[in-house]
């Protein structure tokens, strides 16, 4: 091989290894994940645990219970997909637009990162599509930079969650627990966080929007028969004291503030 053809070998070798690599595919097309719940029996729940659907368009597909424990759906289109009681710990959501229903949804430690789940305010003919996650389990879940308008997060374990820089605008946090969250820098204009807990949340003095002078419902327990009792707490400071007038919560929310 004579000098020139080596000198161009050595310059493709080197271009071949600094090229980035190719984004890996999905392991599945919508259609063969269409098929697959198509054909489940009834009450039959997929297992997509630890498989790729990066990128996909999922939308308006239902895997209520399925196992995608560990499954990569970044980037995904989950518009209006169902994933009641799914198990979803692990899974990697960063950059995907989850405007989906997720209740009692298991997402602990879930990369949510960047994930787009404001609801489209220019298309609610239908009324209001927005993601949805009562009841659901994001415990260290990552939702840093993640766009949160107007989601529904009641009853919801946040504990330990990252939603440093999260826009948390018109969010409604109604008795999730925040205890330990990260809020830095996050955005809270109009976010409702009644009967939420928010003790150890990091950050706080750092959330724009924040009504700082204002008070908020906790839930507390009294006695062995752990009685739910309401009382009426500062944002900032320790001192409690009862309400002169307590509001009424219905029998489910009562129950769930027990649990």
Do not use: Y
């Not at 000198?7 to 984004?23: D, Y």
Request: hydrophobic share 45%; with cysteine.
């Amino acid at each position: 091989m004579n000098s020139t053809r080596c000198r161009a070998a050595v310059r493709f070798t080197a271009w071949a290894l600094l090229a980035p690599l190719p984004a890996l595919s999905a392991d599945f097309t919508r259609e063969q994940v269409a098929e697959q719940l198509a054909a489940l029996p009834a009450g039959g729940r997929i297992n997509l645990a630890g498989r790729s659907l990066n990128g996909l368009d999922l939308s308006r597909l239902d895997f209520t219970g399925g196992d995608l424990h560990g499954a990569d759906l970044s980037g995904a289109n989950l518009f209006a997909a169902k994933f009641q009681d799914a198990n979803l710990t692990g899974a990697n959501l960063s950059g995907a637009r989850v405007v989906s229903r997720l209740g009692h949804a298991d997402l602990t430690g879930a990369n949510l990162s960047g994930a787009k789940m404001s609801a489209d305010m220019k298309n609610q003919s239908m009324g209001l599509m927005r993601a949805e996650f009562p009841g659901a389990n994001l415990a260290g879940a990552n939702l840093s930079g993640a766009e949160l308008g107007n989601p529904l997060f009641r009853f919801a374990n946040l504990t330990g969650a990252n939603l440093t820089g999260a826009d948390l605008h018109q969010a409604d946090f109604i008795g999730a627990n925040l205890a330990g969250a990260n809020l830095t820098g996050a955005i809270a204009t109009g976010t409702n966080f009644e009967a939420a807990e928010i003790k150890n949340a990091i950050g706080l003095d750092s959330v724009k929007g924040l009504d700082r002078t204002g008070s908020h419902w906790v839930a507390v327990t009294t006695g062995a028969g752990r009685r739910l009792s309401l009382r009426w707490q500062a944002w900032f400071g320790d001192h409690e004291f009862e309400a002169p007038h307590a509001q009424q919560h219905s029998a489910d929310e009562q129950n769930a503030f027990e649990e």
